[in-house]
């Protein structure tokens, strides 16, 4: 299930980089200008989000351009997490095998950067 894959790959970085490392990538995806412009544009074409969309809002913000794959990871999980609670549960345009597809995706385009 997509909340049980997303929980273990959490946890799993949070033990490899620590919580307070995990705050500061949570606090800059949810405060990211980018990101709120990217979801305005999801949700004026209501379409679920590309996972290569996903990574390349990440990458494009400047403190992740140099971060590490599982950081970029984490961050575009984030924002998949963001765009699933503000769009996703109200207009259903992705259901949990959908989103676990793109998880998926997010994990494999990762390691290609």
């Given at each position: 299930?997509f909340?049980n894959?997303?929980?273990?790959?959490?946890e799993?970085y949070?033990?490899?980089?620590g919580?307070?490392?995990f705050r500061?990538?949570?606090k800059?995806?949810?405060?990211?200008r980018?990101?709120?412009?990217?979801l305005?544009?999801?949700?004026e074409?209501?379409?679920?989000?590309?996972?290569?969309d996903?990574?390349?809002t990440?990458?494009?913000?400047?403190?992740?351009?140099?971060?590490?794959?599982?950081t970029?990871a984490?961050?575009?999980i984030l924002?998949?997490?963001?765009w699933?609670?503000?769009?996703?549960?109200?207009?259903?345009?992705a259901d949990?095998?959908?989103?676990e597809?793109?998880?998926k995706?997010?994990?494999?385009?990762?390691?290609?950067?």
């Amino acid at each position: 299930m997509f909340a049980n894959q997303v929980e273990s790959f959490t946890e799993d970085y949070i033990r490899e980089y620590g919580e307070r490392h995990f705050r500061k990538i949570y606090k800059k995806v949810e405060n990211s200008r980018s990101v709120n412009n990217y979801l305005i544009k999801l949700q004026e074409i209501n379409f679920a989000p590309y996972h290569k969309d996903l990574i390349v809002t990440i990458m494009n913000m400047p403190y992740f351009m140099v971060a590490k794959r599982e950081t970029v990871a984490m961050a575009s999980i984030l924002l998949l997490l963001k765009w699933d609670k503000m769009l996703n549960r109200n207009n259903k345009l992705a259901d949990d095998n959908d989103l676990e597809m793109i998880l998926k995706d997010i994990l494999r385009g990762v390691r290609d950067i």
